[in-house]
Each structure stands twice: as structure tokens, then as C-alpha cells.
């Protein structure tokens, strides 16, 4: 018997320092013919993996064939028909594209399948997980951040299971023996340490910022937003897309309905649900309830002075590959018939579908003739508050709900409550973020171990 008739008719050759093992397959018009593989480091292996080759062929009807096929291919041939036309929301489509641009000019995009391995997969986990240094131990490429390795992850996860199945270009996903990598933690053993702390403000930083908005007149209108998130815990985009319909002034309560965001392929501020998927009850007390009263008043006069200059928005719906998208669309007056793309990122009131009802907005905050507030402009309320006020160095808007949530924690209230009107989808976020205690809660609770012990 030869070696070839005890491997079933397969064979297995080196050519220079390389193993292939090889097997005749039937073709598509009946007839046979040899089809060759890479294989593994020896010989062995190698007769292994064909033996391996040939159950799967003749027992199952399976060739796994990726032939010449890349990883940068294998990135297109996922997104056409896994990914470009899913129901997927636009952003997170966004982000898994932008990794794969990565991926495919990394030398990891020109590997062939055929002959990838796991260790060349590790490497580029490793790489984008620490960085690379040289040889004095100096950081020369830099890491991605944990969100970016997260979709560079998804990203290699989805396309080899799609090359597992339906492509059969390979026998398992070898993502499965890939390691994620965490990035160690710098942490401080004298001076002061930031962990588990969040940044907040105090009372008298709050009122410096408000009072430098009200003193600025072309400013102004950032007052309200940051008063709104002080006393209510509301993320940017929840205060942004907030409606006066939402607002219940008899019973100073509020409903979280929906947050504005923009969508980077439609390029334009849409409105969705918010992020936990679910309205919330939000309810304030006498502070919020009569600086809203007052901003309602002042609107209605600012739109009667502006008269036809006011902003106009409508909400419209659009099913976008499976998914509605509420845009916001804006009406407003101007002289040489261009609206600025500040307004609404190119969503004139034209580009509305006429056949079907535009759904009237009015917006809690918004600028003194009625232009749209975003997320957008409170980045610049950061910028502003930052360069121009004392004290304020360490501004930022999101720093507003975590002084709202601390408040309430170390003040003793409930989490299950603090949960509810934060909107987190499950108490763990709550308890992961704002269980820490400040240094008169520690005191406290020393006080009540010691009266325990000493009687």
C-alpha cells in the first residue's frame, strides 16, 4: 500500500519550507479535479489536516476553500451582505466602518486566509491593545481606547463567522482562541487618587456658570440647558430633543420621551428614544419649576419679536433600512435663501416628503431666534465656560448629572430611585458609578463603628 492510498487517495508534499496536502474534488460539470491547501508546520500536521479535509469532503459535502481571498476582501464581502443594508442603527454602522478602514491597511488586511493564523490575529489584538515601544521602552504607537477595540473586535468576530458560514471559506472562527487584551491601569501609590471618583461641580460653581450666561446676552441661552441638567440629571441629547409638551408645571414633573443625536450617514440631528429604550418620569422641585415658568415666557416673546425670523422645527419620520428615523426639519427665513448648515446639517424644510404630515416641535431650549440647540452646542458651552471663567477649568456638561446623582446618593436616597430617574437600564450602572461616598459619609460611618464597639 502507498503513503498516498493510506491518507485516501490524498497526498501531502513540501515545497521549500512549506507543507500542502492536497485531494481531488468534483466540480461544479461533473468533472474531478486536484485542489491543493496550505498545511500545517509538519509533516503530520499536515497529513492530520488532510485526513481532517477529506471526512469533511466526502462524509458531509464540505470543501472549505478561501482560496487567494484577503482579510481586507473578506471586510467588503461581511459589510455588503452582513452589515451595509442591515437594520443596524446609522452610528454603529458608522463605527464598525471606521474599523474595518483600519483593518484593511494594517498588514493584517492583506493577509490571505489561507494563510492566517491565530497568532497573526493575536498580534493585531495586541497591538491596537498596548501600543508598540521601542526598544528603550518608550510608547511609539499609540493604543486604542476600549470603545475602539471593542468594535475592531466585532468587526473580526462577525466577518470569520460569516467565513465559517455561509462562505465556508473556513472550518471555525479562530476568534474563539483570541485573547482580549486589558490595558493596565495607572495607578497612583502617593498623592491623591482618581479612582472611582466622577467629576462633578459644586452649588457655587453651578451659579458662577449660570451667572456668566446671563450676563453674556449672546450666551444666554446655554443658561437654561445647564439649570435644566443641575436639577434634573438629564443626559445632553435628553435636554436638547426636550419638548414644553413634556412638562407638567402642576405637577413639577417632567417626561423623558426622546434625545437628539446626529446621524452621521444621514448627516443631519434626528431624534430617537432615549437610551435605555424607555420614556422616564423625572420629577424637580420650586428651583426648576420657576426658572422653566420664567424661560416659557421669555420664548414667547422672543418668537413674537422675531415674528417671521423665528425657527421653525418638524419632525418627520423615514424608515431607513428597517429602522425609523425621526429628522428634524427646519422652516426659517433667510435673505439669500440659504439656511445655514449650523441649522440642521443640510435638513431644509424642502427636503421634507410633503406627502406626508410634518409633526410640529417646540423646544425647550433653544437660541434667541429660535435656532436649533444640539449636543453639538453644548460642546462649545464646555469650550466657553472653560476659557472664561475662573474655577471652571474642569467644566463639562455630562459632570452636571453625575453632581445630580451624587447629590442624591450621599445625601441617602434610595438607589432603585436614583436609578428610575437617571433612566439606567439596570441598577448595576447606578451602583458601579455613584455608590462611592465623599469624605463626610466615610466620617459617618466610622462614627457608627466606633459607638458600636465602645458602647
Known sequence: ????????????????????????????????????????????????????????????GELFDPGSLTVAELCDQWWESEVENSDMASNSRTGLQAAIKHIKKEELGSRKLRDLTIEDIQAYVDLKSYGKFDERGNRTVRAYAESTLRKHFSVLNGMFKYAVYPKRYLRENPMQYVKKRRQQKVVKIFGDSEENKVSTITHGEFEKAVEFFLKNEHLSYYALPVQIAYYTGLRAGEVCGLNWEDIDFERARLTVRRSMYYDKEEKCWELKVPKNGKPRVVDFGESLLEILKQAKKEQLERQSRYGQYYHQHFMQPREIRGRVHWQIFTKAYADDGVLSSRVTKGKFIEEANMKEPLQPLFFVCSKQDGELLTTQSLKYCNKVLQKEVCGLEHFHFHALRHTYASTLVNHGANLKDVQMLLGHSDIKITLNTYSHVDDESRRKAVDIFEKAVTG
Not at 6 to 23: A, D, T
Not at 32 to 41: D, I, N, P
Open 1 to 60: 500500500m502507498t503513503a498516498n492510498e493510506s491518507l485516501q487517495n490524498g497526498s501531502v508534499r513540501k515545497k521549500g519550507n512549506q507543507w500542502y496536502y492536497r485531494f481531488r474534488v468534483q466540480e461544479s460539470d461533473g468533472s474531478w479535479k486536484q485542489r491543493e491547501f496550505k498545511g500545517g508546520k509538519t509533516k503530520k500536521e499536515t497529513e492530520l489536516m488532510l485526513k481532517q479535509a477529506l471526512n469533511d469532503y466526502k462524509y458531509e
